[in-house]
C-alpha cells in the first residue's frame, strides 16, 4: 500500500517541529524535519568556505554532499558523509545561511529526491516550506501553521537562550521575507491546506485539530 503523507508547512517558530513531531508519535508515523537538510548543506557550504554565488563551485559541493537521515520515532538525525551534524546545525548563522541558499534552484533541486524517496518507504509527517506546494502535491493531509511574529520569536528565544529577543525577531523577519519571497518554492500554503493561526493556541489545541481532522477522514 502508498505510504500515507501528512505535511506541515509554515515559518520557523510556527510551532511545526514540536506539533508535527507530536503528531508522528500520536500516529506511530516517521517525522521528517526538511530545514534539517537545507541547513546541513548551509554547514558544508561553511566549511568548504566556497563562494556559493559561484554555481560550479555550489554545484560541485552539492554533488559532494552525502546525507543521512536516521529516522528514530519522533526525533530525526542527520549525518553527512557519516558524521552526525544534527546539533552543529542550529545555530543562527546557519539558520540565515540555509535560508540565503534555500533560494537556490540548485541546492531545491538536489534536496527534492531525496526527500520524495524516504517518503516511498514509510508513512511519514514532513515538515518544511514547500512540502505541500512543491514536494508532495498529492499529500494525504495538508496543514500550514502560522503565528504573528512576536510570539514566534518569543518562543525561539526561550528554546534556544543566547541570543538576544530582538536579534532574533529581526533574524526571524529576514528569513520570514526570504524565504516566501524566492522565486523557487516560495513560502506558502498550498491551495488545499488548513490554515492554522498557532498565535493563541496550545501546542496540545494546534495537535487536537490535525488529529481531528485526519480522525475524521480515516
Ligand atoms: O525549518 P528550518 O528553520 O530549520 O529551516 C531552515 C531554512 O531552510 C528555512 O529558513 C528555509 O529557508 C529553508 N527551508 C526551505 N524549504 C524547506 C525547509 C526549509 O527552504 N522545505
Same mark, same amino acid.
Given at each position: 500500500?502508498?505510504?500515507?503523507?501528512?505535511?506541515?508547512?509554515?515559518?520557523?517558530?510556527?510551532?511545526?517541529?514540536?506539533?508535527?513531531?507530536?503528531?508522528?508519535?500520536?500516529?506511530?508515523?516517521?517525522?521528517?524535519?526538511?530545514?534539517? %537538510?537545507?541547513?546541513?548543506?548551509?554547514?558544508?557550504?561553511?566549511?568548504?568556505?566556497?563562494?556559493?554565488?559561484?554555481?560550479?563551485? %555550489?554545484?560541485? %559541493?552539492?554533488?559532494?554532499?552525502?546525507?543521512?537521515?536516521?529516522?528514530?520515532?519522533?526525533?530525526?538525525? %542527520?549525518?553527512?558523509?557519516?558524521?552526525?551534524?544534527?546539533?552543529?546545525?542550529?545555530?543562527?548563522?546557519?539558520?540565515?545561511?540555509?535560508?540565503? !541558499?534555500?533560494?537556490?534552484?540548485?541546492?531545491?533541486?538536489?534536496?527534492?529526491?531525496?526527500?520524495?524517496?524516504?517518503?516511498?518507504?514509510?508513512?511519514?509527517?514532513?515538515?518544511?516550506?514547500?512540502?505541500?506546494?512543491?514536494?508532495?502535491?498529492?499529500?494525504?493531509?495538508?496543514?500550514?501553521?502560522?503565528?504573528?511574529?512576536?510570539?514566534?520569536?518569543?518562543?525561539?528565544?526561550?528554546?534556544?537562550?543566547?541570543?538576544?529577543?530582538?536579534?532574533?525577531?529581526?533574524?526571524?523577519?529576514?528569513?520570514?521575507?526570504?524565504?516566501?519571497?524566492?522565486?523557487?518554492?516560495?513560502?506558502?500554503?498550498?491551495?488545499?491546506?488548513?490554515?492554522?493561526?498557532?498565535?493563541? !493556541?496550545?501546542?496540545?489545541?494546534?495537535?487536537?485539530?490535525?488529529?481531528?481532522?485526519?480522525?475524521?477522514?480515516?
Amino acid at each position: 500500500m502508498k505510504p500515507k503523507i501528512i505535511t506541515i508547512d509554515g515559518p520557523a517558530g510556527s510551532g511545526k517541529t514540536t506539533v508535527s513531531k507530536l503528531v508522528a508519535r500520536q500516529l506511530g508515523w516517521v517525522y521528517v524535519d526538511t530545514g534539517a %537538510l537545507y541547513r546541513g548543506v548551509a554547514l558544508g557550504v561553511k566549511a568548504a568556505n566556497i563562494d556559493y554565488e559561484n554555481p560550479g563551485a %555550489l554545484q560541485s %559541493l552539492l554533488d559532494s554532499l552525502s546525507f543521512t537521515i536516521v529516522t528514530q520515532g519522533k526525533s530525526m538525525q %542527520l549525518l553527512s558523509s557519516g558524521c552526525d551534524i544534527t546539533d552543529k546545525i542550529r545555530t543562527p548563522e546557519i539558520s540565515m545561511l540555509a535560508s540565503t !541558499l534555500s533560494a537556490k534552484p540548485g541546492v531545491r533541486a538536489a534536496l527534492l529526491g531525496m526527500q520524495r524517496a524516504i517518503a516511498v518507504e514509510k508513512n511519514a509527517v514532513f515538515e518544511g516550506r514547500d512540502m505541500g506546494t512543491v514536494v508532495f502535491p498529492d499529500a494525504d493531509y495538508k496543514f500550514f501553521l502560522l503565528a504573528d511574529l512576536k510570539t514566534r520569536a518569543m518562543r525561539r528565544f526561550k528554546e534556544t537562550p543566547g541570543q538576544p529577543l530582538d536579534e532574533v525577531e529581526q533574524d526571524m523577519a529576514k528569513r520570514d521575507k526570504n524565504d516566501s519571497e524566492r522565486e523557487v518554492a516560495p513560502l506558502k500554503p498550498a491551495d488545499d491546506a488548513i490554515i492554522i493561526d498557532s498565535t493563541a !493556541l496550545t501546542i496540545e489545541a494546534v495537535v487536537a485539530r490535525i488529529m481531528n481532522k485526519i480522525n475524521h477522514e480515516t
